[in-house]
C-alpha cells in the first residue's frame, strides 16, 4: 500500500534560517511532488521529481530526491516571511497513476 | 486558460440529500482526480480516472461515486450525505504519467453537512 509521511508536521522558524522538510514513502513510486498551499486557496505546484538523485531549486527553495532510501527534501535556505505556507509532499505510480499525499507541513516563519 | 473549473464553490447539505460535485478541465489531460481536504488530515484520494472511461478507488471511496464523462469532466456525487463528508473538496488533473507533469487544481468546493 502506498503512503506517504512528511515530517515535521508544523514548523515555526525564524527569518533568516535553514531548515529541511522530510517525506517518506512506502513503496516504489515513479514520481514524487512538492505543492504548496496558502490558507484558504488551492495548491500551487512546486516540484515534480522524477529520478534518483534528482535536484530542482527556485529561489530559497531546493527539493531532492533519494529512490533508494524512499525519501524525498524540502530544504529551505535564508528563509522570509513569504514562505510561510502549508507544504505537502505526494508520490505517484506510472502503472495505475494514483497519486498519494502526505498530511503537511505547517510552515511559520516568524519575522 | 481556465485550467481546471469546479462548481460549485459553496454547498451546504442536510443529512440524507445528495448532490453532485462537477469538475472539467481544458488541458487535455488524461487522469482526473478527487481529493477531500481535512484538518491534519491532508489530502485524501477519494476516486481517479487514469482515462476516459476508467475509474478507480482511492483511500476514501465509500459514500462517494464517480463519473468520467467525457476527458474533460470527472464528477463526484454524494448519493446520501453524512456529516463527516463536510469537508473541502479538490479536483485536479494531470497529463499522461510518462510526462513531468503535475497535478493542477481546482479552486475547491466547501461542503457542509449539517
Known amino acids: 500500500e502506498l503512503k506517504v509521511e512528511q515530517n515535521p508536521l508544523f514548523l515555526s522558524m525564524q527569518e533568516g534560517k535553514n531548515y529541511t522538510i522530510y517525506c517518506n514513502y512506502s513503496t516504489t513510486s515513479d514520481r514524487l511532488y512538492w505543492y504548496r498551499q496558502d490558507p484558504g486557496k488551492s495548491l500551487e505546484s512546486l516540484f515534480v521529481?522524477?529520478?534518483?538523485?534528482a535536484v530542482k531549486q527556485e529561489g530559497r527553495l531546493m527539493a531532492s530526491l533519494d529512490t533508494k532510501a524512499r525519501l524525498s527534501t524540502l530544504h529551505i535556505t535564508a528563509a522570509v516571511h513569504d514562505l510561510s505556507a502549508t507544504y505537502f509532499c505526494a508520490v505517484g505510480r506510472n502503472r495505475d497513476d494514483k497519486i498519494i499525499f502526505g498530511k503537511g507541513t505547517r510552515l511559520h516563519i516568524l519575522p | 486558460n481556465a485550467g481546471v473549473t469546479q462548481t460549485p464553490k459553496f454547498q451546504v447539505l442536510k443529512t440524507g440529500q445528495s448532490m453532485t460535485l462537477q469538475c472539467a478541465q481544458d488541458m487535455n489531460h488524461n487522469s482526473m482526480y478527487w481529493y477531500r481536504q481535512d484538518p491534519g488530515m491532508g489530502l485524501r484520494l477519494i476516486y481517479y480516472s487514469a482515462s476516459e472511461g476508467t475509474t478507480d478507488k482511492g483511500e476514501v471511496p465509500n459514500g462517494y461515486n464517480v463519473s468520467r464523462l467525457n476527458k474533460r469532466e470527472f464528477s463526484l456525487r454524494l448519493e446520501s450525505a453524512a456529516p463527516s463528508q463536510t469537508s473541502v473538496y479538490f479536483c485536479?488533473?494531470?497529463?499522461?504519467?510518462?510526462?513531468?507533469?503535475?497535478?493542477?487544481f481546482g479552486n475547491g468546493t466547501r461542503l457542509t453537512v449539517t
Open positions: 521529481l522524477l529520478s534518483n538523485g
Open positions: 485536479a488533473s494531470s497529463a499522461a504519467s510518462s510526462y513531468n507533469s503535475p497535478l493542477h
